[in-house]
């Protein structure tokens, strides 16, 4: 199959749209990271979003609607909660975990009774969900267990020949994927997924917000993850990637002490000047660095690099959401100093 890139023109999401229609997977842009699109309604067009990316099918896919009230048509029930939160961040990076009706078939929630709703903001994206009509179901458009894509190459370089098209709406703005939130009761949501909607902006609108302890810690043998996707090694590119959490000097002299020909380091923007030895840099603050850590951690492969030493993030705001990203592209190897 010849995958299409497609532009953010009329005529162009059209075209994207029929595709959807049809059944086919489409490449396609939103506010966090880019998408595979497919009708989350239809089985068949779902189970080959699955064999796309290679992922697992007990891993439940997220549907993206035009509008939070569409979210009545394909769930038995909304909490007074979940109205409140979508009025202050849909359209949005946060993803809501409801209980879903027949509508929403058992491929699509990867055989969980609950659905995960998100409202894009990302105006193409908006647009192609509008001209299809289809409850769009759509993981990040990464092969599994790959760093996720924020640009239309990114995805034409994991899935060229696997899907019907990819359209081009520029980079990710966010850089990481929404936050997904389960109700817990009348005044509670539980995090499970950390993102750009943090859990200081969740706690103006709520009493409590729990974070789940799996964002930061592996599982342990047989326990059970509340979001599927946590279970799994995530965001790793073929480089061997180590947090390192400590001050610029004991990295600087922690690396100093490795060398080596492949071996690189992931460090924030301003300790350039006085780092000696090769690396990137993934921005100042946490809304750059999530705008920028997929885009690196690909960047790192094609240079060649097989180990990378990384400073660790603040684990707070949205910094949360980098680390713990970056703490699962690490297998959950961290290094304190
Ligand atoms: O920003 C995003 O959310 C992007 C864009 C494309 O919208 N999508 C995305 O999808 O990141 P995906 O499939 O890569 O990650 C969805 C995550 C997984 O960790 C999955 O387990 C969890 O959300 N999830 C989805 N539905 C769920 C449900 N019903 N209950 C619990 N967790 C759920
Ligand atoms: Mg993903």
């Known amino acids: 199959m010849e995958t299409l ?31 595979l699109g497919a009708d989350a309604s239809n089985e068949e067009a779902v189970r080959s979003v699955f064999a796309a990316k290679g992922r697992p099918a007990d891993n439940p896919l997220i549907v993206h609607l035009a509008y939070f009230s569409d979210a009545e048509k394909y769930t038995r029930h ?26 929403i078939p058992m491929v699509t929630s990867g055989g969980l009774d609950t659905v995960g709703i998100r ?39 994991d899935m060229d020949g696997k899907i019907a098209a990819v359209v081009d709406g520029g980079q990710s703005e966010y850089g990481v994927e929404s936050t997904v939130i ?9 995090i499970l997924r950390p993102g750009c909607v943090t859990r200081e902006m969740l706690l103006k609108h709520c009493g409590n917000v729990i974070i ?18 946590m279970k799994y090694k995530h965001y790793s590119p073929k480089a061997d990637i180590i947090m390192v959490e400590s001050s610029l000097e004991d990295f600087t002299d922690y ?21 000696p030895y090769r690396h990137m840099t993934y921005g100042g603050d ?52």
């Open 78 to 103: 909304i909490p007074k909660l979940a109205y409140r939160l979508a009025g202050h961040f849909c359209p949005g990076p946060l993803t809501i975990v409801l209980p879903k009706n027949d509508r």
């Open 182 to 190: 389960a109700i817990e009761d009348e005044d509670t949501v539980r």
């Open 212 to 229: 789940d302890p799996a964002i930061l810690h592996d599982l342990a043998e047989g326990q059970k993850a509340a979001s599927p996707g």
């Open 5 to 35: 890139l497609l532009s953010d023109s009329e005529e162009q999401l059209e075209i994207a749209a029929k595709l959807i229609q049809d059944g086919e997977i489409v490449g396609i842009p939103t506010e966090t990271v880019y998408g």
């Open 255 to 275: 690396v100093g002490k490795k060398g080596g020909d492949e071996v690189f380091s992931l460090i924030f923007d301003g300790d350039e000047k006085d780092f």
């Open 119 to 157: 409202v894009p903001s990302h105006p193409v994206m908006h647009r192609i969900i509008e001209l299809s009509g289809c409850p769009i179901a759509a993981p990040s458009a990464n092969a599994s267990g790959y760093p996720s894509t924020t640009t239309a190459k990114h995805v034409i370089s």
């Open 286 to 337: 946490s809304l750059s660095q999530a705008h920028l850590l997929f885009q690196r951690l690909r960047e790192l492969d094609d240079i060649g690099a097989k180990k990378v030493y990384v400073r660790a993030p603040q684990a707070d705001g949205v910094g949360l959401a980098v680390y713990n990203r970056l703490i699962r592209a690490a297998g959950f190897e961290v290094i304190r100093i």
